[in-house]
């Protein structure tokens, strides 16, 4: 039997008024609850003992609070929304746009959704099934599509207009969740037909902006006011300072708080009269907010502490190193089917297993082409790698980034290295008959000492599969 259970709140877009957040949490402590999470999608999690899950659930359905219990089957909507005003675009996007939006959503969705100025690198473009990206139209977006289960994405033929992004969701949701394998132009011939929405058609392809992850934390001024980041290093926030957080938000007529895909906060429109009233509250609850820089660029996946322990392991060692980490952010995947955020992905991988118990894991070591997180191409770096071979590798990956980025031209050094690494026609892949692993030539198998643009046929007689140990003989080609 399960000692917690975990109550999800979504939090549409990251934004929660501070007076529905104090009631959460007053029915969280009620129940004994002291520590809450932000999630990777802006929810908010609670851990709650079995003893008291019914009592929070009274709580809860008292208050109208709606959640679910150990289920994510209406996953949260991410909006850039938390970076609005704060980290200035240029952007036509605003604040009015944003809630247009999220208010045209429906609370049921069972697909995830993703709102994004195109010109912000905060929150993460591609991690949900519709994601709505602005477009240099005024007040009309790109919609890029993908399937359940899929990593490709597929563009909207049309730019969507603001007010018809919520009906356009829910039609595509009802078609395509008994139907995952539509096509995109088949999806939309048949909405235009029974529900048309306004639009236009879409233009050139998004250019992926530039990323660059903006220190989050901390007090900082905008226009006319100051907006306040906070980050806690074990992901949980305690709900005595949270609650003391909303009450000075009512007091100081603070309407809205943010949360991050950073499991962080953001207060804005705080005016000055206010502002050692909160560096008041920062004390009294011993909350630091200056945190470095790249200890604020990790995601790992939520309620995960193996992976938070692995993340800590890694800084340090960075931290000692004096590692350059400026333009990258990172992520750590120890579940097969979890997605996280990041340009330097760490994936855990079962080597042996007996039966469903894992004996042996190995860690590979990817990058996004071009470094950009929103890229869906992964790059393999090293694979099957242990423990304690992952800090000086993932040092050596942030030094070979830092040695690309100095170049004039980040985007075309990358293009033009992978070019130049493509396989022949004649050197083709080789897939394990067994487990279905490939050995591909031009990534070659660092973990059994074989570089990169080697050829199968070159490979010693003993070479064996990396996954299951079959003998080279036995690999098929592609």
Request: aromatic share 12%.
């Amino acid at each position: 039997m399960r000692d917690y259970f975990i109550f999800k709140v979504n939090l549409t877009g990251g934004i929660v008024s501070p007076g529905t957040l104090y009631i959460i949490l007053k029915s969280a402590w009620k129940v004994g609850v002291r520590h809450v999470r932000f999630g990777s999608r802006q929810e908010l999690f609670i851990s709650v003992h079995n003893d008291e899950v019914r009592l929070l659930e009274k709580e809860f359905i008292s208050q109208g609070i709606i959640y679910e219990l150990n289920t994510d089957r209406q996953p949260n909507v991410i909006s850039s929304y938390c970076g609005e005003e704060v980290f200035r675009t240029g952007q036509w996007l605003g604040p009015q746009e944003y809630h247009t939006i999220l208010d045209s959503l429906e609370p049921t969705h069972r697909l995830k959704i993703n709102i994004s100025d195109s010109n912000q690198s905060f929150t993460p473009f591609f991690t949900g099934h519709l994601n709505f990206i602005s477009s240099p139209i005024p007040h009309y977006w790109y919609l890029y599509v993908r399937g359940q289960k899929q990593n490709t994405i597929t563009k909207w033929p049309e730019f969507v207009y603001t007010n018809h992004i919520g009906q356009l969701a829910m039609e595509i949701e009802k078609r395509l969740l008994p139907h995952p394998t539509i096509s995109v132009a088949a999806l939309n011939d048949l909405i235009q037909q029974t529900r048309p929405y306004i639009s236009l058609p879409a233009g050139p392809d998004l250019q992926l902006p530039v990323f660059s992850l903006p220190y989050y934390e901390g007090f900082n001024r905008y226009e006319s006011r100051t907006w306040l980041g906070l980050y806690q290093r074990n992901e949980q926030f305690s709900i005595a300072f949270l609650m003391d957080l909303c009450d000075l938000c009512l007091r100081s007529r603070v309407g809205e708080l943010c949360t991050t895909p950073w499991r962080s906060l953001i207060i804005k429109g705080i005016a000055d009269e206010f502002r050692a009233q909160w560096s008041d509250i920062l004390a009294k609850h011993q909350i630091n907010v200056r945190h470095t820089a790249s200890e604020l660029a990790w995601q790992t996946e939520d309620h995960n502490p193996e992976a938070t322990a692995l993340k800590k392991r890694l800084l340090r060692y960075m931290d000692q190193q004096d590692t350059r980490t400026f333009g990258l952010c990172f992520g750590i995947q120890t579940r097969p089917k979890s997605e996280v955020f990041g340009s330097v992905l760490i994936k855990k991988r079962v080597k042996f297993s007996f039966g469903s118990f894992p004996l042996l894991s190995v860690y590979d070591l990817y990058h996004t082409e071009h470094f950009n997180p929103n890229s869906r191409t992964l790059i393999p770096f090293e694979k099957g790698l242990f423990k304690a071979q992952l800090p000086s590798q993932v040092e050596r990956l942030c030094r070979r980034y830092n040695r690309t980025r100095g170049s004039k031209d980040l985007t075309g050094t990358l293009l033009e290295t992978v070019e130049n690494q493509r396989p022949t026609p004649q050197d083709p892949s080789y897939q394990c008959p067994h487990c279905l692993s490939r050995y591909d030539p031009l990534y070659g198998d660092p973990s059994q000492g074989i570089t990169k643009e080697t050829p199968f046929a070159n490979l010693p007689e003993a070479y064996r599969c990396a996954v299951c140990d079959s003998p080279k003989s036995e690999m098929i080609p592609l």
